[in-house]
């Protein structure tokens, strides 16, 4: 089994910044990619940013030069920056990992950020 803990949303007001965590643990030998998603109210979940194993990244259009992916191999954690932060950035974020040879993926429990206008 492999748990997924988020931690650092917030209220933050436009122009702001915060930074979530998510760290892995449990059956974890290597891990394929690990990102983050987001759900506004009434809206789909979308995908905001992944980090695969060899280092590539992608993010969606929308947070591009404005938010930021890293990652500590070690603690098998995974960081999202995020910079000039809008209201349309407002909605649950939630971290996703694809460990190393299990067919599933897995999700956190979700954090809430806020942008204020």
């Known amino acids: 089994q492999v748990q997924l803990v988020e931690s650092g949303g917030g209220l933050v007001q436009a122009g702001g910044s915060l930074r979530l965590s998510c760290a892995a643990s449990?059956?974890?030998?290597?891990?394929?990619?690990m990102g983050w998603y987001r759900q506004a109210p009434g809206k789909p979940r979308e995908l905001v940013a992944v980090?695969?194993?060899?280092?590539?990244?992608g993010y969606a259009d929308s947070v591009k030069g404005r938010f930021t992916i890293s990652r500590s191999n070690a603690k098998n954690t995974v960081y999202l920056q995020m910079n000039s932060l809008k209201p349309e950035d407002t909605a649950v974020y939630y971290c996703?990992?694809?460990?190393?040879?299990?067919?599933?993926?897995?999700w956190g429990q979700g954090t809430q950020v806020t942008v204020s206008s």
């Open positions: 996703n990992c694809k460990p190393t040879g299990i067919r599933s993926d897995y």
């Open positions: 980090m695969y194993s060899g280092g590539s990244t």
């Open positions: 449990g059956s974890i030998f290597s891990i394929d990619f």
